[in-house]
T-cell receptor, first 112, second 113 residues
Framework: DAGVTQSPTHLIKTRGQHVTLRCSPI?????VSWYQQVLGQGPQFIFQ???????GRGNFPDRFSARQFPNYSSELNVNALLLGDSALYLC???????????FGPGTRLTVL | RKEVEQDPGPFNVPEGATVAFNCTYS??????FFWYRQDCRKEPKLLMS???SGNEDGRFTAQLNRASQYISLLIRDSKLSDSATYLC??????????????FGTGTRLTVIP
């Protein structure tokens, strides 16, 4: 079975631009969570979506938004990019709302 | 104060050695506990869940002390392939309503031939 997939794998943007990251969960999983991992740190929670509704939000500015589609895939959007947004963005899927999370390979975003 | 605190290391140990990692968590209401492993430039992968009674998976043993809010991971007979960063993780899902994993900064392990 396919695991969590994310696209693109790498992305380079400049300050002020907008970016959209995509995630497809493991087949049958209904929950998707997004994390940001800055170099040298552990991942930090951004959002959780379950059954297409936002179920949790971490301490991130409103420039970060997300949504989940009827097929349970998800997009993370970041507006007005800052240099500090450079990070590995990880998507994790879980079967239910509070189940074990499995991570995708991540999208490495570089903001110049 | 951080939700999860870990010694970042690095730990450099010879093959066959036993190595122990520790972490502490700040929220006594945390319900689920895990160790994830992360290889360089890869995603975190679940190594094992941690239960109050302690649990073992091959060469790996995890312990949880709820009273001290302390989690440990013991690796016996270290292999070169164990070289990675080990992330201590807690979940407060039932309290927060969100499946929000709190990660430590990770402890880097290098096993030397």
């Amino acid at each position: 079975d396919a695991g969590v997939t994310q696209s693109p794998t790498h992305l380079i943007k400049t300050r002020g631009q907008h970016v959209t990251l995509r995630c497809s969960p493991i087949s049958g999983h209904k929950s998707v969570s997004w994390y940001q991992q800055v170099l040298g740190q552990g991942p930090q929670f951004i959002f959780q979506y379950y059954e297409k509704e936002e179920r949790g939000r971490g301490n991130f500015p409103d420039r970060f938004s997300a949504r989940q589609f009827p097929n349970y895939s998800s997009e993370l959007n970041v507006n007005a990019l800052l240099l500090g947004d450079s990070a590995l963005y990880l998507c994790a899927s879980s079967l239910g709302r509070a189940d074990t999370q499995y991570f995708g390979p991540g999208t490495r975003l570089t903001v110049l | 104060r951080k939700e999860v605190e870990q010694d970042p290391g690095p730990f450099n140990v010879p093959e066959g050695a036993t190595v122990a990692f520790n972490c502490t968590y700040s929220n006594s209401a945390s319900q689920s506990f895990f160790w994830y492993r992360q290889d360089c430039r890869k995603e975190p992968k679940l190594l094992m869940s941690v239960y109050s009674s302690g649990n073992e998976d091959g060469r790996f043993t995890a312990q949880l002390n709820r009273a001290s809010q302390y989690i440990s991971l013991l690796i016996r007979d270290s292999k070169l392939s164990d070289s990675a960063t080990y992330l201590c993780v807690v979940n407060q899902a039932y309290q927060t309503g969100a499946n929000n994993l709190f990660f430590g900064t990770g402890t880097r392990l290098t096993v030397i031939p």
